[in-house]
Nanobody, 117 residues
Framework: EVQLVESGGGLVQPGGSLRLSCAAS????????MSWVRQAPGKGLEWVSV????????HYAESMKGRFTISRDNAKNTLYLQINSLNSEDSGVYYC??????????WGQGTLVTVSS
């Protein structure tokens, strides 16, 4: 079964950091570009970042540049998203997805990030 399972979300104070993880199974993880997408409460999906199959190239939404870092460990079949200097606007559900914008083939169930004091 092809599966993506996110973890690492939680309640964090403004200014704090989190590292989200996405464990992949059921497919050859290292063959695919992977993305992070988020959804703030009451809002639509917002693309965050994408990384190439080998981890050499990453792209970010303009508003995410500088605070977000996507990475992957193909040996562990795991995708990561490091988020620093969290603020309330970063609250939401973070999803990992296999593929790129316009062609997300598989989605995880999401992990909830809540930024609040």
């Amino acid at each position: 079964e092809v599966q993506l399972v996110e973890s690492g979300g939680g309640l964090v104070q403004p200014g704090g950091s989190l590292r989200l993880s996405c464990a992949a199974s059921g497919f050859t993880f290292g063959h695919y570009e992977m993305s992070w997408v988020r959804q703030a409460p009451g809002k639509g999906l917002e693309w965050v970042s994408v990384i190439t199959w080998n981890g050499e190239i990453a792209h970010y939404a303009e508003s995410m540049k500088g605070r977000f870092t996507i990475s992957r460990d193909n040996a562990k079949n795991t995708l990561y998203l490091q988020i620093n200097s969290l603020n309330s606007e970063d609250s939401g559900v973070y999803y990992c997805a296999r593929g790129v914008t316009g062609n997300f083939e598989v989605w995880g169930q999401g992990t909830l990030v809540t930024v609040s004091s």
